[in-house]
């Protein structure tokens, strides 16, 4: 039963560098979610997909890319790291959308760009 | 933007005492919900209520919804230590059920 997986879990980049962060769930959920947190503020939505095959833009979606081949996978890119792109990503997904149901979380990968 | 604001930002309390955290937010809602995260953890969903309910329990949670005041409030009774945590309320906006939007959270402390 082990719902969200982020990997990974901890990740230092150099400034200019790539990186790509999966999340895989496997609730059969059709939404998943890519937010940022940042201390003291709340969680802010980079991308999100509501379905296989689909994606788009959150409220900070700037140097940030996603793909959504698979159902159960949710990647996120990050092209050339910034210092600004410090910060603990969160995935979540849900069952057909939050009109209903919740997000379940990941575990939260924790990126530092130097 | 931040679509709900936590009050206070900061809560200590004794164990055995209860614990109230509010939630504002600015534009009209679907559903509210309330989450927990624990430090170094991902959040966990504690209990959704929607915009014609006024009142919801869940063991011992209490959550209020006001939509003419658009607030919402998270009552914890009798509270124990590893009720410390973070509580975050989010929101879906009417006519919108694709995502939520987060406000920034009510760090709450409960000594022994």
């Known amino acids: 039963n082990a719902g969200v997986t982020q990997t990974p879990k901890f990740r230092v980049l150099k400034t200019g560098q790539s990186m790509t962060l999966l999340c895989a769930q496997d609730m059969n959920h059709e939404y998943m979610y890519w937010y940022r947190q940042d201390p003291g503020m709340g969680l802010r939505l980079i991308h999100y997909s509501v379905g296989e095959g689909t994606t788009a833009k959150g409220e900070v979606p700037d140097g940030y890319n996603v793909s959504r081949l698979k159902k159960q996978n949710f990647l996120l890119g990050l092209e050339s790291a910034a210092p600004s792109q410090t910060s603990v990503y969160f995935c979540?997904?849900?069952?057909?959308?939050?009109?209903?149901?919740?997000?379940?979380f990941g575990s939260g990968t924790r990126l530092t760009v130097v | 933007s931040q679509q709900g604001e936590e009050d206070p930002q900061a809560l200590s309390i004794q164990e055995g005492e209860n614990a109230t955290m509010n939630c504002s937010y600015k534009?009209?809602?679907?559903?509210l919900q309330w989450y927990r995260q624990n430090s170094g953890r991902g959040l966990v969903h504690l209990i959704l209520i929607r915009s014609n309910e006024r009142e919801k329990h869940s063991g011992r949670l209490r959550v209020t919804l006001d939509t003419s005041k658009k607030s919402s409030s998270l009552l914890i009774t009798a509270s124990r230590a590893a009720d410390t945590a973070s509580y975050f309320c989010?929101?879906?906006?009417?006519?919108?059920?694709?995502?939520?939007?987060f406000g920034s959270g009510t760090q709450l402390t409960v000594l022994p």
């Open positions: 979540a997904s849900s069952y057909k959308g939050i009109v209903n149901y919740g997000y379940t």
């Open positions: 534009t009209s809602i679907n559903n």
């Open positions: 989010a929101t879906a906006a009417e006519g919108s059920a694709r995502q939520l939007t």
